[in-house]
């Protein structure tokens, strides 16, 4: 069992930048792929960016590349999401999810454990 709690969300203006973190419990973070997700209202979940259990290995959704960065702290128990150049669009409740699987996956019934969610809102 892996609960995770996301922090870091807040309302900020086109261009600005926030640092999202989701702690973990439990002893086996690193055995756990982390992802992060994102649910505007009336939209679907959907993928943001991912990363191994190690950390050498790192995807994101094209809409991101570039402007977010994802990492993770095994010592910490904790994984991030840098986001820079935030845009309007970038507004919604993001989630972090944790799967036992080795390979990064992207789509949401992959992960087994999530959050609470954070809401993030840009303002244009």
């Known amino acids: 069992q892996v609960q995770l709690v996301e922090s870091g969300g807040g309302l900020v203006q086109a261009g600005g930048s926030l640092r999202l973190s989701c702690a973990a419990s439990?002893?086996?973070?690193?055995?756990?792929?982390m992802g992060w997700f994102r649910q505007a209202p009336g939209k679907e979940r959907e993928f943001v960016s991912a990363?191994?259990?190690?950390?050498?290995?790192?995807n994101y959704a094209h809409s991101v590349k570039g402007r977010f960065t994802i990492s993770r702290d095994n010592a910490k128990n904790t994984v991030y999401l840098q986001m820079n150049s935030l845009k309007p669009e970038d507004t919604a409740v993001y989630y972090c999810?944790?799967?036992?699987?080795?390979?990064?996956?992207?789509?949401?019934?992959?992960?087994?454990?999530w959050g609470q969610g954070t809401q993030v809102t840009v303002s244009s």
């Open positions: 999810a944790a799967d036992r699987s080795v390979v990064i996956r992207t789509y949401p019934t992959a992960y087994d454990y």
């Open positions: 990363i191994s259990r190690s950390g050498g290995s790192t």
């Open positions: 439990g002893r086996t973070f690193s055995s756990y792929t």
